[in-house]
């Protein structure tokens, strides 16, 4: 059974940081592309940045390019967002998601392309 467990979410200041963790297992990791995505109350899910394990490809949303960085242990099958300079608006559920079949592309902020997700975890930037 494919699993994806997220942590390392919490309450932090404006331009604090905060790094999250994608645990993934029952899949073969090595070929896998992982995704980001954050919803916040009243928003759509909004696709934030997509790695593609066999190469390492990233993609990053306009609006946290600069700030976050998406890498990957394929040895602990875990993808990880680090996420600088936070701000009030980045306040979201952050959730994983999995693509066993395609790397990263130019489509990866859509949420469709995903087949396995996480439960989610709450990040909340304060004034």
């Known amino acids: 059974e494919v699993q994806l467990v997220e942590s390392g979410g919490g309450l932090v200041q404006a331009g604090g940081s905060l790094r999250l963790s994608c645990a993934a297992s029952?899949?073969?990791?090595?070929?896998?592309?992982i995704a980001w995505f954050r919803q916040a109350p009243g928003e759509e899910r909004e696709g934030v940045s997509c790695?593609?394990?066999?190469?390492?490809?990233?993609y990053y949303a306009n609006s946290v390019k600069g700030r976050f960085t998406i890498s990957s242990d394929n040895t602990k099958s875990t993808v990880y967002l680090q996420m600088n300079s936070l701000k009030p608006e980045d306040t979201a559920v952050y959730y994983c998601?999995?693509?066993?079949?395609?790397?990263?592309?130019?489509?990866?902020?859509?949420?469709?392309?995903?087949?396995?997700w996480g439960q989610g975890t709450q990040v909340t930037v304060s004034k």
């Open positions: 998601a999995a693509d066993p079949w395609s790397p990263c592309s130019g489509a990866y902020y859509n949420a469709v392309e995903y087949d396995y």
């Open positions: 029952g899949f073969t990791f090595d070929d896998y592309a």
């Open positions: 790695i593609s394990s066999s190469d390492g490809s990233t």
